[in-house]
C-alpha cells in the first residue's frame, strides 16, 4: 500500500527560478517499504486527507541560514502531527519569506509510521550592499525605496527590474530619455551567498526640444499647434526648459493632436510620422511631425432615442449655444468660420454627452447608459462629408439611498457630521448631493485635509455611501506678539476650541496685554442647543485700550451679549439671528493732550437688540474655493431699550467663492493645489446719536482694527480724504477720521495648498463717507497685492504686500497679521 500527498503549487516563484524541479512546487510523501518518488499528477489523483507523525526533519541546501531559522519560518517540527494542508501552509510561508529561490519537500517513510520530512531549498543572495554609480538627477535613495533594494535583504530579479525601470522613466521625464543601465554582482569574501549589486548608469545627453515643426497642415498653424502639445520647445524664460519626454509625446501623437483636429471636425486626421533629430554633441532636438488633415466633417442631425424621464427638448438643450442658424441647438464649433454652427465638434458632443449621464445620475438612475454614436452619411459629390448623431440612451430603474455611514470619527460625535450631509436613507440617489455633503464635511475643519473620496457601494439597485474622515487636532493655545496700527506693541495668550467635547460647539479665550491694550474675551457657542437646530453664544468680555493713531486717550469696555440663532424654515443654509448686549464704555483723556473730540465724552452704557440674517455655502471656514455667505445684521441702540445710546447701525456683506482648477492631485476632490478666484462686498451705515459711543462709527485703512483697506497705513483713509497715521496735530481730529458709512469690496485669486497655506494676489477699493447718503462706489481708494496665509499651531497667520494707488504718494506697504481674514 502506498500513500502520496501533492503540496502546494509555490505562488510567487520568480520566472525561471526552480523549473529544473517543478514549475510548481510538489510534496511528495511516500509510505512504502521502498522510499521513491512518484509523478505529481498520480500524487494528486491518489492523496487521502489523513495526517502523518513526522519523526524528524531534514534541511539540505542552507548555507546563510541555520535550520531552526528555516523550521521556524515554516513552523514544521519534529514529533508533530501534519497534514497535507499543514505543509502546503508551511512551504507558502517559507516562499514569502523572499529567502529562497527554489524549494522543494519530500517525505521518507512506512506506512502506519513515523516519516522523515526533507526540505531541499536554495538560498537567494544576501544583498551585503547596493552600489548605483553615475545618476546624478534622480535620488538614490527614492531608487532604493521605490525598488525595495536594499542592503540585508535577499536579492530578488523582480526589484532590480522595478529599480531599472524606475530610473528610466525618472530620468525620460526630465529630459534624459537614452540612459544606459548596466547591473553586475560580486561576491563577499568569506560570506557565502552573499553579494554586492552594482547599478552601473549612464545618463547621457539631456534631450531639449529646441524647435517642433509641422508639415502637412492647413487648418492650423504650426503655432496653434504646438501651444496644444504637452510638450514644448525651450524658451527664453527659466520655465520654458525645453525637456523631451517620451510619454506626453506618444500621448501628444496619439491624443492631443488627434482631438484638437476633431473639436474642428477634422475626424480623419493621422500622423504620419515623426522624427527627432537629435545633435550628440549638445541634445538639442528638433522635431518633425508631417500630418494628414483630411476631410472637415458637418453634422446632418441628432437623434435622441430611448429617454422617458428627461424629454428630448431638455436633453437637446445641453448641446445648444447661443446664436442663430439650423444648427445653433448644437454647441459644436468655436467661433471660427460662419459655418461653425454645422462643423461637428467631438470635443464639444463627448463633453455634452457627460453631461448628459451626470444629469440622469443626480436624479437617481445611476445604471443608466448613455451610449453615442456618431455614423459617417454616404458622401454626396461636391458636398462637404457629414455625420448623424446617434444618443442611445437606457433610463433603467431609480437607485435609492440605503444607507448612510460615517466612518473614522473617534472625538466628533456622528450628529455633528449628519447635519452636513444632504442625503437620508430612502432618498434617490443624486451625485451632485454626493458632492455637497463632502465639501459641506470638510467645511467643518474638523478632519485631516483632504477627504478620501466617499465610498459608493450599490447592492441590488439600492446605494450605499460611506463618508470617511480622519481626526485632526482642532483646540489651539495662541501666544506671541503683534506690531502696528491699532494695537500698538502687545502680547497676548489665548486659547480655541472650535469642536468642544466632540459636539461642534466653540469655546474661546483671549487676553491682550501690553502698553496699548489689556483686553480680556470669553466667548462659547453652541450650534444645536439641546440637540436642536436652535444656536446660542455667550461673549463675556472686559477691554481698556490705547491705540497709536488714537494717542490722546484710553478707552474701557465691560459687559457682554447673548445670541440666539434659528433656522430659516425649509432652508438648510439660512439662519436667523437675534441677540442682546449690555456694555459700560468710559473714556479717558492723556495727560496734555490737546484732542479731545474722541476721548473727551462722557460714559455711557449701551444697550442694544441685534437682528440678523445668515446664508452661508463656503466648504470651507478658512480657505474655501466653493461656495457664498451672506449676511445682514441690524442693531438698534436705546429708546425703549434703554441706555444712553440713540442710534441704529447696519451692516451687510457678501462672498463669493468659484473653483478654477486644480494643480496635480489626479483629478481627486480637494487634492493637489487648488485653485480658487472670490469677490467680496461689505457695506454698513449709523443713522442718529453717536456721541457717546463714537466707536460704534467707521474707520477705514490697513488689517489690524477696523474696515481692512491694504496698500493704506491704519485708519488713514477717512471721509475728509487721505490723512496718514503721523499727520500733524490740528489737520485733522481723531474724531474726524470716522464715518458714519463705508463700502468696501475685493477680488481675489487665490491657490490653497493643502488647507494649511495660501497664497493670493488681490484687488481691494474702499472708503469711509459721513453719511449713508454719501457712499459713492465711484469714489474709493484702491489697493493692490500679494499675500501669504498661514495656519501654524497658534492660529491663522497672515502677510500682504500691498501698493495704495490714492495716497499723497503712491508705493506699497506690508501688513501682518495674526488671525483669520487677512
Do not use: C
Not at 483723556?589 to 440678523?612: K, M, N, Y
Amino acid at each position: 500500500m502506498k500513500l502520496a500527498i501533492l503540496g502546494n503549487t509555490g505562488a510567487g516563484i520568480p520566472n525561471g527560478i526552480g523549473m529544473r524541479r517543478l514549475a510548481a512546487l510538489s510534496v511528495l510523501i511516500t509510505m512504502s517499504a521502498a522510499v521513491g518518488r512518484l509523478d505529481a499528477q498520480v500524487a494528486q489523483r491518489e492523496a487521502p486527507g489523513g495526517p502523518v507523525q513526522v519523526d524528524s526533519v531534514v534541511i539540505n541546501g542552507n548555507v546563510r541560514q541555520s535550520d531552526d531559522t528555516i523550521l521556524a519560518i515554516a513552523a514544521l517540527f519534529a514529533g508533530n502531527t501534519y497534514t497535507i494542508f499543514d505543509i502546503q501552509s508551511a512551504t507558502k510561508r517559507l516562499w514569502a519569506s523572499g529567502q529562497f529561490l527554489d524549494i522543494e519537500v519530500s517525505a521518507l517513510g512506512t506506512v502506519g509510521q513515523s516519516v522523515t520530512l526533507v526540505i531541499d531549498v536554495e538560498e537567494a543572495d544576501l544583498l551585503r550592499n547596493v552600489v548605483i554609480a553615475g545618476l546624478e538627477h534622480v535620488s538614490t535613495s527614492e531608487v532604493r525605496e521605490i525598488s525595495d533594494l536594499r542592503p540585508g535583504l535577499p536579492f530578488s530579479p523582480a526589484k532590480l527590474h522595478v529599480a531599472r525601470r524606475f530610473i528610466r522613466d525618472e530620468l525620460a521625464a526630465d529630459g534624459i530619455p537614452f540612459a544606459r543601465i548596466d547591473d553586475r554582482f560580486e561576491p563577499v569574501s568569506n560570506r557565502p551567498k552573499e553579494i554586492v549589486l552594482f547599478l552601473d548608469v549612464t545618463e547621457g545627453t539631456r534631450i531639449t526640444v529646441a524647435a517642433i515643426r509641422f508639415t502637412g497642415n492647413e487648418v492650423f498653424t504650426g503655432d496653434e499647434l504646438r501651444a496644444a502639445m504637452q510638450i514644448h520647445s525651450e524658451g527664453f524664460w527659466w520655465w520654458k526648459r525645453g525637456s523631451y519626454d517620451r510619454v506626453r509625446f506618444e500621448q501628444d501623437l496619439l491624443v492631443t493632436l488627434p482631438e484638437r483636429y476633431a473639436s474642428r471636425g477634422y475626424l480623419d486626421f493621422q500622423v504620419l510620422r515623426d522624427t527627432l533629430i537629435i545633435d550628440e554633441q549638445t541634445g538639442k532636438t528638433r522635431i518633425e511631425i508631417e500630418v494628414i488633415e483630411g476631410d472637415q466633417y458637418f453634422i446632418n442631425e441628432l437623434t435622441i432615442s430611448g429617454n422617458e424621464y428627461f424629454d428630448t427638448a431638455d436633453i437637446e438643450a445641453y448641446f445648444r449655444r447661443q446664436g442663430g442658424g439650423l444648427f445653433s441647438r448644437f454647441s459644436f464649433g468655436d467661433g471660427e468660420s460662419e459655418n461653425d454652427d454645422e462643423i461637428f465638434d467631438r470635443t464639444s458632443f463627448m463633453s455634452a454627452v457627460g453631461q448628459v449621464t451626470t444629469a440622469y445620475n443626480n436624479e437617481g438612475y445611476l445604471f443608466s447608459q448613455i451610449v453615442p454614436e456618431v455614423v459617417p452619411r454616404p458622401r454626396t459629390e461636391g458636398e462637404p462629408p457629414t455625420v448623424d448623431l446617434l444618443l442611445r440612451i437606457e433610463e433603467g430603474p431609480q437607485a435609492y439611498i440605503a444607507r448612510v455611514d460615517i466612518e473614522g470619527n473617534e472625538y466628533t460625535h456622528e450628529r455633528v457630521i449628519r447635519e452636513k450631509i444632504f442625503l437620508l436613507p430612502g432618498d434617490v440617489y443624486s451625485l451632485d448631493r454626493v458632492i455637497q455633503s463632502y465639501q459641506s464635511i470638510a467645511s467643518l475643519g474638523y478632519f485631516e485635509m483632504p477627504l478620501p473620496e466617499p465610498a459608493i457601494d450599490v447592492e441590488g439597485g439600492d446605494v450605499n455611501i460611506t463618508f470617511t474622515v480622519k481626526e485632526q487636532p482642532t483646540g489651539s493655545v495662541n501666544f506671541g506678539t503683534s506690531v502696528g496700527g491699532g494695537t500698538g506693541i502687545s502680547g497676548f495668550i489665548g486659547y480655541d476650541q472650535p469642536n468642544l467635547f466632540g459636539q461642534a460647539k466653540n469655546g474661546s479665550f483671549r487676553w491682550d496685554f501690553g502698553r496699548f491694550s489689556n483686553n480680556l474675551l470669553l466667548t462659547y457657542t453652541d450650534p444645536s442647543l439641546r440637540q436642536s437646530r436652535v444656536s446660542g453664544s455667550l461673549s463675556l468680555f472686559n477691554t481698556s485700550d490705547r491705540f497709536i493713531t488714537f494717542n490722546s486717550g484710553r478707552r474701557k469696555r465691560i459687559g457682554g451679549s447673548l445670541r440666539f440663532g434659528f433656522p430659516l424654515p425649509n432652508s438648510r443654509f439660512t439662519r436667523l439671528f437675534v441677540g442682546y448686549g449690555l456694555s459700560r464704555t468710559e473714556f479717558t483723556l492723556r495727560d496734555g493732550a490737546e484732542d479731545t473730540s474722541l476721548f473727551g465724552g462722557q460714559a455711557g452704557v449701551q444697550s442694544t437688540l441685534s437682528l440678523g440674517v445668515t446664508r452661508q455655502t463656503l466648504n470651507h471656514p478658512l480657505f474655501p474655493t466653493a461656495g457664498s455667505r451672506q449676511s445682514v445684521n441690524l442693531e438698534f441702540n436705546g429708546g425703549p431699550l434703554g441706555g444712553d445710546g440713540n442710534f441704529s447701525k447696519w451692516t451687510a456683506e457678501g462672498t463669493w467663492w468659484v473653483p478654477v482648477g486644480a494643480l496635480g492631485g489626479g483629478g481627486q476632490p480637494g487634492q493637489g493645489m487648488q485653485l480658487t478666484t472670490g469677490i467680496s462686498l461689505k457695506t454698513g451705515g449709523v443713522v442718529g446719536n453717536t456721541d457717546r459711543f463714537p466707536f460704534e462709527r467707521f474707520w477705514m485703512g490697513g488689517v489690524q482694527f477696523g474696515e481692512k483697506l491694504r496698500g493704506y497705513d491704519e485708519t488713514s483713509v477717512t471721509p475728509l480724504g487721505f490723512f496718514p497715521e503721523n499727520t500733524a496735530r490740528g489737520i485733522i481730529n481723531d474724531i474726524d477720521r470716522l464715518g458714519n458709512a463705508f463700502l468696501s469690496m475685493t477680488a481675489e485669486f487665490r491657490i490653497n495648498m493643502g488647507g494649511q497655506l495660501a497664497v493670493s494676489t488681490f484687488f481691494d477699493a474702499g472708503n469711509v463717507y459721513r453719511s449713508p447718503q454719501e457712499i459713492d462706489p465711484s469714489k474709493m481708494f484702491r489697493g493692490a497685492g500679494f499675500g501669504v496665509q498661514l495656519v501654524t499651531p497658534f492660529g491663522p497667520v497672515g502677510l500682504a504686500y500691498a501698493y495704495g494707488f490714492d495716497k499723497a504718494v503712491p508705493g506699497w506697504q506690508l501688513h501682518f497679521q495674526l488671525g483669520p481674514g487677512l
